[in-house]
């Protein structure tokens, strides 16, 4: 999406590097709705993943151009966010065409606008963060922080172990345990943006909130843990992500050495797998994905972008999460079983049916009845 001090331009975004073309499969809004941050626009399909396109301000579909159903490409305007039903659109100017002779990494999330800019500006592709969607916005931030004068320090004194914890919370806590039970990082700080510099969570000094990012970086800091379990609202934990790939830092995937991992398993980056949890053979975690204390996630299991798996939980053979979906503790899911994007699993329940988008199974329950 590409804004000015009024509207918003909400672009197609690039799902698959490989694939720059997509379903709109569906289309949740129409011509001059109001909608509200974090509302969901449409709905895009590729060969290999389902993607929802959230609202990222308040406004007023203004000039919508395409239809469900049809195929649509990456950097294609889908429509206007806009502060007044009355606004109006600017001409159409011609779509900024694809440079497939650039290669793209594989797993690089990005839109065509974002592409064209970094390519412009001689942006090593190969530096830019997986899983999150790289945008435009994102690309100027970086170049931004990229101009500004650092003190550097020494290579000497670089360590490529150094790690930061994004939020001092009770998941915080439990991800400073889980670094050091692996031995191979060293958590330098903890960012909080409720709690004030000089206090310390578990011996780890707080550095204040997202305005200490960039001296971290400078520093030589590159890996990030995000530690915002966003329980009850989802977009803070993703804004938490954004903000750490905007700053330069990768999120590492994690595993607890209690937790067993058959080795045909699949993680995405930023994946995190806490004690005692199990994942199965040919299952496949998406990226930021929480596998909480002793989750069962079963062979062939898919679980989507963000989603959460609380402590307890268990997935039979071949289920499906959603992105951003919520599984409570000691939820039980039947074979073959399929959860939404953001849908809500109570703790206790008894998943014997698919669970549409947005839905809500309530704790204890048994779905359907």
């Known amino acids: 999406m590409t804004t ?72 294609e305007r889908l429509c206007y966010l806009a502060n007044s039903p009355d606004w109006t659109p600017p001409p159409a100017e011609p779509a900024a065409s694809q440079d497939t002779s650039a290669p793209v990494p594989e797993g690089l999330r990005i839109t065509q606008p974002a592409l064209s800019l970094a390519q412009s500006a ?104 995000n530690a915002v379990g966003g329980i009850g609202n989802l977009t803070v934990r993703l804004e938490v992500f954004q903000r750490l790939a905007g700053a330069g830092f990768t999120c590492p995937t994690l595993v607890h050495p209690s937790a067993v991992l058959e080795p045909s398993a699949r993680l995405a980056a930023g994946v995190q797998v806490m004690p005692l949890a199990y994942v199965g053979s040919e299952a496949e975690i998406g990226y930021g994905a929480i596998i909480n204390t002793r989750a069962i996630v079963s062979h062939d299991c898919r679980i989507g972008d963000f989603a959460n798996l609380s402590p307890g939980a268990i997935l ?35 998943v014997k049916s698919d669970v549409p988008e947005n839905g809500v199974v309530h704790a204890g329950s048994v779905w359907p009845d």
């Open 122 to 225: 001689n942006l090593d592709l190969g530096w830019l963060p997986l899983g999150v969607l790289v945008t435009e916005k994102l690309i100027h931030e970086m170049l931004k922080e990229s101009s500004q004068p650092r003190l550097e320090p020494p290579l000497t004194a670089f360590d490529p172990t150094a790690i930061l914890v994004y939020g001092g919370g009770g998941h915080g806590k439990a991800l400073i345990e889980l670094l050091r039970a692996l031995h191979s990082y060293h958590i330098v700080a903890v960012i909080d943006d409720g709690i004030p510099a000089g206090h310390e969570i578990l011996g780890v000094p707080v550095r204040g909130g997202s305005e200490a990012l960039p001296d971290l970086y400078a520093q030589g800091v590159r890996l990030a843990v």
């Open 316 to 350: 039979a053979g071949e289920v499906q999460i959603g992105n951003g979906a919520l599984i409570g503790m000691g939820a039980t899911l039947n074979l073959r079983v399929k959860v939404g994007n953001r849908a809500r699993v109570g703790n206790g329940a008894t």
């Open 4 to 75: 000015d001090q009024s509207t918003t331009e909400v672009l197609i975004p690039l799902l698959n590097p490989n694939e720059p073309e997509a379903l709109l499969a569906d289309l949740h809004v129409q011509e001059g709705q109001k909608v509200a941050t974090g509302d969901l626009l449409c709905t895009l399909e590729t060969t290999k993943s389902t993607v929802e396109l959230p609202a990222e301000q308040n406004g007023y579909i203004i000039g919508l151009r395409l239809n469900q159903g049809q195929t649509v490409r990456a950097g």
